[in-house]
């Protein structure tokens, strides 16, 4: 992967939870693209002081199904996903990145995303296929806000379409696959209406038999997704100094010496000295080998280059 740049009393018979049960959440990321192609962009709409695209519920067909977007059925490198970070300005972080699961550029539009997006790039996640801003279809949305007597989301009077941060696919013990949504929310921006809000987009997945999860942004394994932001640099082998044989020559080291307390780093410089390699090197291959599930380091307890192998191994 490489970087590119209050209670509601539920209508009787219908299985939505109210607002209240909705759990602790975060806010959604909200940004303003610079436009889009026949489809009704809204201006900025300041809440939590950043962007959104609302696109209205009314353009639902023109602007999503007509073009394809959120297919969840769709192979993982062919996926488009409802927003991208180039359909609106940056006024902060912006990144998309060649994702090694989907093998396509992948659309995170904040930081919170971002990260979430590298915890689900762990070598042991299981992941198989991550789909993005997906678009969550309206005529379901506000069915489920009437029936729990919730304003659906909209500007100006007019509904806009809902979507949810990922959906995201895992392989299970026997090769069961299972879809999961997620939405990833700051802890500082949980108001009453955005439990709401979740409380729609909550009963939109259960209606579809897929688990909706809140990650908050204080939860997230930090040291999971710093180790994993440094070794995906390395995971296309042609990005690395050396070719096929001397790679399979440090695996092979690498693999003979992780009895050792001595910190990875150097580990790694003495199977260069030993090697006859230029300094870096068995490290860039050692990321490269973790990354692609060769060496399983455990990427969750210590910074990497400073983790004895000893208590990295899985």
């Known amino acids: 992967m490489s970087l590119v740049c209050g209670e509601r009393t539920r209508p009787q018979g219908y299985p939505y939870p109210s607002a209240n049960k909705a759990g602790a959440c975060l806010v959604s990321h909200e940004y303003l693209p610079s436009g889009a192609e026949h ?11 950043r962007f959104h695209p609302l696109f209205l519920a009314r353009d639902y067909d023109k ?3 007509a073009k394809g977007k959120c297919r969840l059925d769709d192979p993982p490198k062919k996926y488009k996903p409802l927003f991208t970070v180039v359909d609106f300005s940056s006024i902060g972080f912006r990144t998309m990145f060649d994702s090694w699961i989907v093998h396509r550029i992948v659309h995170p539009v904040s930081a919170l995303e971002y990260h979430g997006l590298l915890m689900f790039h762990a070598p042991d996640s299981g992941v198989v296929n991550i789909s993005e801003q997906v678009a969550l279809e309206p005529s379901i949305t506000q069915e489920i806000a009437r029936a729990l007597g ?3 989301p909209a500007h100006r009077g007019e509904d806009v379409i809902m979507s949810s ?4 696919t895992f392989e299970r013990a026997g090769g069961r696959l299972e879809r999961q949504a997620f939405s990833l929310k700051r802890e500082q921006d949980i108001t009453p209406r955005v ?3 979740f409380a729609i987009e909550f009963a939109y997945w259960r209606s579809r038999k897929i688990i909706l999860s809140f990650i908050l942004d204080t939860k997230l ?3 999971l997704i710093d180790n994993v932001e440094l070794i995906m640099e390395f995971y296309d082998p042609d990005r690395l100094p050396c070719d096929r044989r001397v790679i399979d020559l440090v695996g092979k080291w690498i693999i003979s010496h992780l009895v050792t307390k001595d910190a990875l780093r150097n580990v790694c410089s003495q199977c260069d000295r030993t090697l006859g390699l230029a300094r870096g090197t068995a490290l860039a291959v050692t990321y490269h080998l973790t990354a692609t599930r060769v060496i399983p380091l455990n990427l ?7 983790a004895a192998p000893s208590l990295v191994v899985s």
Request: hydrophobic share 40%; charged share 20%; net charge positive.
């Open 39 to 49: 489809c009704h962009v809204l201006p900025f709409n300041p809440m939590s002081g």
């Open 63 to 65: 602007c999503v199904v």
């Open 150 to 152: 919730l304003k659906h």
């Open 165 to 168: 941060d990922f959906v995201v």
């Open 195 to 197: 439990l709401e809000k």
């Open 221 to 223: 394994p930090r040291q």
């Open 300 to 306: 969750r307890t210590a910074f990497l280059p400073n």
